[in-house]
């Protein structure tokens, strides 16, 4: 419990960490506008790891002044700090990483439930009253290596509808 940087909650913090973290987090929601529990869960994730991050950041520079001041002295505790920069050196790529990872999962899961969206719109205006899923849409297309539109969204919807319509009937005749 030196650093807390291994930490899984705010809960874990100090008192003065919890409110830099509540201010941080607060920006990043201005900001990133997540909706629904899935955009949720991963803003809480993107924040809690951005927060981290730029607390190893600190402790690293700490370190690192320790350090070099350990080597101009000559002090028998050069390697005591050595190993603690490195340790502070994963600590932090490891943070950075998964905050990377995060706002990726976010953007994505957004762009999806964005295009959901329009897709819904243009199947009410034709009288397809079947919603579509914010999650399903632009990565089933992404995987046929298209660029996701709403019309080809509402298109491939439709025609998806079309086939189960077209099979459920073959089934019924058999």
Do not use: M
């Not at 070099?68 to 002090?75: T, W």
């Not at 950075?96 to 999806?112: I, M, N, P, T, V």
């Amino acid at each position: 419990t030196s650093h807390g940087l291994t930490a899984t909650t705010p809960d874990s913090l100090a008192e003065a960490n919890q409110a830099e973290f509540l201010a941080l987090a607060a920006r990043l929601r201005a900001q990133l506008k997540p909706h629904g529990p899935a955009e949720e869960e991963i803003f809480a994730a993107y924040a809690w790891n951005t927060f981290q991050a730029d607390r190893a950041r600190a402790f690293e520079a700490h370190a690192s002044a320790a350090y070099e001041e350990a080597l101009l002295d000559d002090s028998p505790n050069q390697d005591t700090l050595l190993r603690r920069l490195d340790t502070l050196s994963k600590y932090r790529t490891r943070l950075e990483r998964a905050a990377s990872r995060s706002f990726r999962d976010l953007g994505l899961l957004q762009a999806d439930r964005l295009a959901a969206n329009e897709t819904n719109a243009l199947l009410k205006d034709i009288g397809q009253n079947e919603p579509i899923s914010p999650a399903i849409p632009t990565a089933k297309l992404r995987t046929k290596g298209r660029v996701p539109n709403a019309y080809s969204l509402a298109q491939d919807h439709i025609l998806g509808l079309a086939g189960q319509h077209a099979l459920a009937g073959k089934q019924e005749a058999c």
